[in-house]
T-cell receptor, first 112, second 115 residues
Framework: GNSVTQMEGPVTLSEEAFLTINCTYT??????LFWYVQYPGEGLQLLLK?????DKGSNKGFEATYRKETTSFHLEKGSVQVSDSAVYFC???????????FGKGTTLSVSS | SAVISQKPSRDICQRGTSLTIQCQVD?????MFWYRQQPGQSLTLIAT?????????ESGFVIDKFPISRPNLTFSTLTVSNMSPEDSSIYLC????????????FGPGTRLLVL
């Protein structure tokens, strides 16, 4: 079946450090891939998405590239800020109108 | 995107009681979903709320425990019935539709604590 695997957290970084959160997936066909972010005490916000192979999603300095050959969608940011501290969820959707399948989430903590 | 509101934002309830959570979106959407996020965990789909018909439940979730209504294309409710401490979670609704480019957007969540 379809599944998403994220690197275990927590990830602790200093401000301005480079961030990578690994995400790999297992799916039939060509799913859409997403990163959502959950700030403390809040709901999920869409961070970025990619709908086909080699697409790059980007938002707020974050990027992720849909790599079909490695079934990956790693999240990167060149210089993190304290305000990026949150839980990050990788997710896939194999068909529009169906449920998202989430990874377990990765907690990022950035200190100044 | 979509503007989604949920009520209540949080509640503390006694075991054995029921709580109804409302989800309102600012425009008509095709799909509405209800998810549960247990403390420190990822999200699990409870059910898909179908407009004009019974909700479609995921394995492990039943209508008697989580009745859902969807009277129109902008509104849905989830009731958590006969609550126990194990129901303490964040409950989130999400919406999707062609206008939203087949992307799910989430409400702010309802934080429920059952004593």
């Amino acid at each position: 079946g379809n599944s998403v695997t994220q690197m275990e957290g927590p990830v602790t970084l200093s401000e301005e450090a480079f961030l990578t959160i690994n995400c790999t997936y297992t799916a039939t066909g060509y799913p859409s891939l997403f990163w959502y972010v959950q700030y403390p005490g809040e709901g999920l916000q869409l961070l970025l998405k990619a709908t086909k192979a080699d697409d790059k999603g980007s938002n707020k300095g974050f990027e992720a590239t849909y790599r079909k050959e490695t079934t990956s969608f790693h999240l990167e940011k060149g210089s993190v800020q304290v305000s990026d501290s949150a839980v990050y969820f990788c997710a896939l959707n194999h068909q529009a109108g169906t449920a998202l399948i989430f990874g377990k989430g990765t907690t990022l903590s950035v200190s100044s | 995107s979509a503007v989604i509101s949920q009520k209540p934002s949080r509640d503390i309830c006694q075991r054995g009681t029921s709580l109804t959570i409302q989800c309102q979106v600012d425009s008509q959407v095709t799909m509405m979903f209800w998810y549960r996020q247990q403390p420190g965990q990822s999200l699990t789909l409870i059910a898909t709320a179908n407009q004009g018909s019974e909700a479609t439940y995921e394995s492990g979730f039943v209508i008697d425990k989580f009745p859902i209504s969807r009277p129109n294309l902008t509104f849905s409710t989830l009731t958590v019935s006969n609550m126990s401490p194990e129901d303490s979670s964040i409950y989130l609704c999400s919406v999707e539709g062609s206008r939203l480019q087949e992307t799910q957007y989430f409400g702010p969540g309802t934080r429920l604590l059952v004593l």
